[in-house]
């Protein structure tokens, strides 16, 4: 079976120093792929190749089958992405916010408009569908850019560092609202993040540092690789990255 997205050898430098050494790891079907890694690891420099922003100097990467590099309007068009730094027109309103999106993948205004509908209110934010985004909370923003990038039903959701900036509350409910849709949609999801609290329920889990895969497996076979009692523990030991208890 052609896993959702396959990336093999993957290589990225800027100049001297090497961002991406030999990244290799797929994504399966209807699964979610924890991608953990300190600040600085790497992962963003991964989603940008992911998402065609940026070019690798060596390896490929392929969305269900189809080469990025070869054909990336057919690859990228089964993608869906929440960039980490917010991506909304702050002076449009949510609703507005996903039928022009919708209309920038081709969709028509009576589809967007559907589509937009049917998102919002599936993510509770139908009472606010006509206010200025710049009005709405952190967590409602983070859920009406979940909806924009489902807005082309998407096969393969990328999440870099969603919960940036939210309280416990909304990030909890962002993290079960994805895994919600993983499991009841067959939505395969890569969640980047260094927040393993957010994680700790995906299939499989990705550990970067410094460019370099240092673990990968399931949470139960990191914990065993590493003896820990965590998985935080467990990426703590595989990063070797502790600062008064917490991750740098």
């Known amino acids: 079976m052609v896993p959702?997205?396959?990336?093999?050898?993957?290589?990225?430098?800027?100049?001297?120093?090497?961002?991406?050494?030999h990244v290799s790891f797929s994504v399966d079907?209807?699964?979610?792929?924890a991608l953990l890694g300190p600040n600085g690891a790497g992962k963003t420099t991964l989603f940008q190749i992911l998402t065609g922003?940026?070019?690798?100097?060596?390896?490929?990467?392929s969305i269900f089958g189809v080469d990025v590099a070869e054909d990336p309007v057919s690859a990228l068009r089964q993608l869906g992405i929440v960039f980490q730094q917010s991506a909304l027109?702050?002076?449009?309103t949510a609703h507005q916010n996903l039928v022009f999106h919708g209309g920038l993948h081709g969709?028509?205004?009576?589809?967007?408009?559907?589509?937009?509908?049917?998102?919002?209110?599936?993510?509770?934010?139908?009472?606010?569908?006509d206010k200025p985004c710049r009005q709405l909370s952190g967590g409602m923003k983070r859920r009406v850019?979940?909806?924009?990038?489902?807005?082309?039903?998407?096969?393969l959701l990328l999440l870099d560092e969603p919960t940036q900036g939210l309280?416990?509350?909304?990030?909890?409910?962002?993290?079960?609202?994805?895994?919600?849709?993983?499991?009841?949609?067959?939505?395969?999801?890569?969640?980047?993040?260094?927040?393993?609290?957010?994680?700790?329920?995906?299939d499989t889990v990705v550990v970067l540092d410094h460019g370099q895969i240092v673990g990968h497996g399931t949470a139960d076979e990191l914990l065993s690789l590493t003896g820990?009692?965590?998985?935080?523990?467990?990426?703590?030991?595989?990063t070797s990255q502790r600062a008064e208890g917490r991750l740098i």
């Not at 820990?228 to 595989?238: C, I, N, Q, R, T």
């Open 4 to 21: 959702a997205l396959s990336i093999q050898g993957l290589i990225k430098r800027y100049g001297k120093l090497t961002a991406l050494n």
């Open 29 to 33: 079907l209807g699964c979610v792929t």
């Open 53 to 61: 922003l940026f070019v690798a100097d060596g390896g490929t990467v």
């Open 89 to 92: 027109d702050p002076d449009l």
């Open 107 to 129: 969709l028509s205004r009576k589809d967007s408009t559907s589509r937009a509908d049917d998102w919002l209110a599936m993510f509770g934010l139908a009472d606010v569908l």
């Open 145 to 155: 850019e979940l909806a924009r990038a489902l807005m082309t039903n998407p096969k």
């Open 167 to 202: 309280d416990p509350k909304s990030r909890k409910e962002l993290v079960e609202t994805v895994f919600g849709l993983a499991r009841d949609r067959g939505l395969s999801v890569v969640w980047s993040t260094h927040l393993v609290g957010e994680v700790v329920g995906a």
């Open 228 to 238: 820990a009692p965590s998985l935080e523990d467990a990426f703590l030991a595989l």
